[in-house]
């Protein structure tokens, strides 16, 4: 239950803190896409970091996010792993 309700803040957290850079007009509209099609809703968000969380593609999707549009989501990230981490192996 912890690692699910986890998942469902963070997919929740991140999808409002990725909003300003999917408006933002300085960003590619096909980085804004791609992005849209990872994080743009709840249910997207939730998918991807049940995907994140699960497959160990985590970098694929992080590098991009952290590449293009800013290097604090590397926090984000950092932080998110090793909480789920934590969460899947030590409880």
């Known amino acids: 239950v912890l690692v699910w309700s986890l998942m469902m803040f963070s997919s929740l957290l ?3 803190l990725i909003r300003p850079s ?3 007009e300085t960003i590619d509209k096909d980085v804004r896409d791609t992005f849209y099609n990872q994080f743009g809703t709840v249910e997207r968000a939730y998918y991807t970091f049940i ?3 699960f497959s160990g593609g985590w970098p ?4 991009p996010l952290v590449a293009e549009i800013s ?3 590397a926090f984000f990230f950092a932080i ?3 909480l789920i ?3 899947l192996f030590r409880i």
């Open 14 to 16: 991140f999808c409002n």
């Open 22 to 24: 999917l408006l933002d």
């Open 51 to 53: 995907e994140i969380t």
């Open 60 to 63: 694929t999707i992080a590098r």
């Open 71 to 73: 290097g604090g989501y």
């Open 80 to 82: 998110y792993i090793t």
């Open 85 to 87: 981490l934590f969460a």
